[in-house]
Nanobody
Framework: EVQLQAFGGGLVQAGGFLRLSCAASGFNFDDYTIGWFRQAPGKEREGVSCIRNSDGSTYVADSVKGRFTISSDSTTNTVYLQMNSLKPEDAAVYYC????????????????????????WGNGTLVTVSS
């Protein structure tokens, strides 16, 4: 059974940093692309970043480029999202999603298609940024 568990959210001041983790289990980690998405109250879920675990290729949305970094550790089957220089507009519930099809995750993160094309989802972790 595919399971994704996101954690690491919390309350941080603007300009601060957090590192989110997405622990994966139940599938061959290297066969999947994992993405981070976020959803603020009253807004659609939007893509943040994704990583193809087979080769480490990454994509980062323009809204967070230069501030957020995605990485993965195949020894622990965990994908990380390092978030620096946080802004109030970064506040949201952050979710990780996974799919064997890189194209699906990439298209969803880039906003070309809805996030529903991504097959597997973890719980969300709340990030609050105070100004």
């Amino acid at each position: 059974e595919v399971q994704l568990q996101a954690f690491g959210g919390g309350l941080v001041q603007a300009g601060g940093f957090l590192r989110l983790s997405c622990a994966a289990s139940g599938f061959n980690f290297d066969d999947y692309t994992i993405g981070w998405f976020r959803q603020a109250p009253g807004k659609e879920r939007e893509g943040v970043s994704c990583i193809r675990n087979s080769d480490g290729s990454t994509y980062v949305a323009d809204s967070v480029k230069g501030r957020f970094t995605i990485s993965s550790d195949s020894t622990t089957n965990t994908v990380y999202l390092q978030m620096n220089s946080l802004k109030p507009e970064d506040a949201a519930v952050y979710y990780c999603g996974a799919d064997r099809k890189t194209a699906s995750v990439l298209a969803a993160v880039a906003g070309h298609v809805g996030h529903h094309v991504v097959n597997y989802w973890g719980n969300g972790t709340l990030v609050t940024v105070s100004s």
